[in-house]
């Protein structure tokens, strides 16, 4: 059974930094996708970050300049880096990894998310 374990949230300033970590129970380079979801409070789940096996990542507009996805592999962790955090950042973040045979997704698997909350 996969195991996706999220860590790194907590509460920052506006304009402050965060790293978030996902630690892997197996290698992330099984998975053929990997990403980051948030849901605010009231508010539709929404994607991140999100990177195929092999690809390079794709990143939501709102985000595009302020957050950075790393992968080590050696500790089977992925990352999202958040810089220039802002109050509508605020949100629980989920990260995800996703089992497939060509292009059907067979498994989506999630972390138990972390929250993440940014005070002006």
């Known amino acids: 059974q996969v195991q996706l374990v999220e860590s790194g949230g907590g509460l920052v300033q506006a304009g402050g930094s965060l790293r978030l970590s996902c630690a892997a129970s197996?290698?992330?380079?099984?998975?053929?996708?990997m990403g980051w979801y948030r849901q605010a409070p009231g508010k539709q789940r929404e994607l991140v970050v999100s990177?195929?096996?092999?690809?390079?990542?794709n990143y939501a507009d709102s985000v595009k300049g302020r957050f950075t996805f790393a992968r080590d592999s050696a500790k089977n962790t992925v990352y999202l880096q958040m810089a220039s955090l802002k109050p509508e950042d605020t949100a629980v973040y989920y990260c995800?990894?996703?089992?497939?045979?060509?292009?059907?997704?067979?498994?989506?698997?999630w972390g138990q998310g972390t929250q993440v909350t940014v005070f002006s």
């Open positions: 990177i195929t096996s092999g690809g390079s990542p």
């Open positions: 995800y990894a996703d089992s497939s045979d060509g292009p059907i997704v067979l498994k989506r698997y």
């Open positions: 197996g290698s992330i380079f099984s998975f053929s996708a």
